[in-house]
């Protein structure tokens, strides 16, 4: 039995040193790969072009916006989606080649992301099982058009892979922690731009209710001082979303 055509999907920006071991991965596995660039200048370009990748040069739109933009350009209905950050592991993908043998029994698949923190993988709190939708029909599934946190939306319930979608960022915690607080630039305006307003009570409760979530009861303790780490910034930045949102209608209040 012949397997579907797959494209995979990706949008870079400047990641020459780490999307060939993404690629390699996934290689023997897809029949065409997409590659949507907003304005790379380290080689990432001609490091793709090298594997076969189609390149569209796009100014970036947001996460979703440009995720969804480089969909649109895939050659198959099913498509792979991942950050040049990330690979699959032989067993994930065994698993995707056997899921498209024939007719698969969902529209959408989520992979389970093992995320790299503090030199570690880690396989609890937020950092593992972090379950995300990657492999789906584009004609029942899309990304959303969220400009940061997007994720997939699909028909009915997604079906689950076996094997770890690795995230390797291997960031050092300076570049994360700028990360973390461009994001919640982008979360607070979204919030201000829909009218949410919240109380001074949510600077308190939202980092608590987010550290007891991860840490406690989903066992990020058990990750040592690394899962202590992420999901201690995880639960500061939850506060500084509402912080940076409250001085945003302060601004706009004349307060």
């Given at each position: 039995?012949?397997?579907?055509?797959?494209?995979?999907?990706?949008?870079?920006?400047?990641?020459?040193?780490?999307?060939?071991?993404?690629?390699?991965?996934?290689?023997?596995?897809?029949?065409?790969?997409?590659?949507?660039?907003?304005?790379?200048?380290?080689?990432?370009?001609?490091?793709?072009?090298?594997?076969?990748?189609?390149?569209?040069?796009?100014?970036?739109?947001?996460?979703?916006?440009?995720?969804?933009?480089?969909?649109?350009?895939?050659?198959?209905?099913?498509?792979?989606?991942?950050?040049?950050?990330?690979?699959?592991?032989?067993?994930?993908?065994?698993?995707?080649?056997?899921?498209?043998?024939?007719?698969?029994?969902?529209?959408?698949?989520?992979?389970?992301?093992?995320?790299?923190?503090?030199?570690?993988?880690?396989?609890h709190g937020e950092g593992y099982p972090d379950?995300?939708?990657?492999?789906?029909?584009?004609?029942?599934?899309?990304?959303?058009?969220?400009?940061?946190?997007?994720?997939?939306?699909?028909?009915?319930?997604?079906?689950?892979?076996?094997?770890?979608?690795?995230?390797?960022?291997?960031?050092?915690?300076?570049?994360?922690?700028?990360?973390?607080?461009?994001?919640?630039?982008?979360?607070?305006?979204?919030?201000?731009?829909?009218?949410?307003?919240?109380?001074?009570?949510?600077?308190?409760?939202?980092?608590?209710?987010?550290?007891?979530?991860?840490?406690?009861?989903?066992?990020?303790?058990?990750?040592?001082?690394?899962?202590?780490?992420?999901?201690?910034?995880?639960?500061?930045?939850?506060?500084?979303?509402?912080?940076?949102?409250?001085?945003?209608?302060?601004?706009?209040?004349?307060?």
């Amino acid at each position: 039995m012949s397997q579907l055509k797959l494209s995979l999907v990706l949008i870079t920006h400047n990641a020459a040193d780490q999307l060939a071991a993404c690629l390699d991965s996934a290689r023997d596995l897809v029949d065409d790969i997409i590659l949507v660039d907003s304005g790379s200048n380290d080689g990432t370009q001609a490091l793709a072009e090298g594997y076969g990748a189609r390149i569209i040069a796009q100014p970036f739109l947001g996460f979703g916006p440009q995720k969804r933009l480089a969909v649109s350009h895939a050659l198959h209905d099913w498509v792979l989606c991942l950050d040049a950050d990330e690979r699959l592991t032989p067993e994930l993908l065994a698993s995707i080649r056997q899921t498209l043998q024939g007719s698969p029994t969902h529209s959408a698949f989520r992979l389970a992301r093992r995320n790299r923190f503090f030199g570690r993988y880690l396989g609890h709190g937020e950092g593992y099982p972090d379950w995300n939708i990657r492999l789906f029909d584009r004609r029942a599934a899309n990304w959303t058009e969220d400009m940061v946190h997007e994720y997939v939306r699909c028909q009915g319930e997604p079906g689950s892979l076996h094997g770890d979608l690795l995230h390797d960022s291997a960031e050092q915690i300076g570049s994360y922690i700028a990360k973390q607080n461009r994001y919640t630039d982008i979360q607070a305006e979204l919030l201000f731009k829909t009218g949410k307003r919240f109380g001074a009570a949510k600077l308190f409760t939202s980092p608590l209710a987010r550290f007891i979530r991860f840490y406690l009861l989903r066992g990020g303790w058990r990750d040592g001082a690394a899962g202590f780490a992420h999901i201690a910034i995880g639960s500061f930045f939850a506060m500084i979303k509402y912080a940076k949102l409250m001085e945003r209608w302060r601004q706009h209040d004349g307060r």
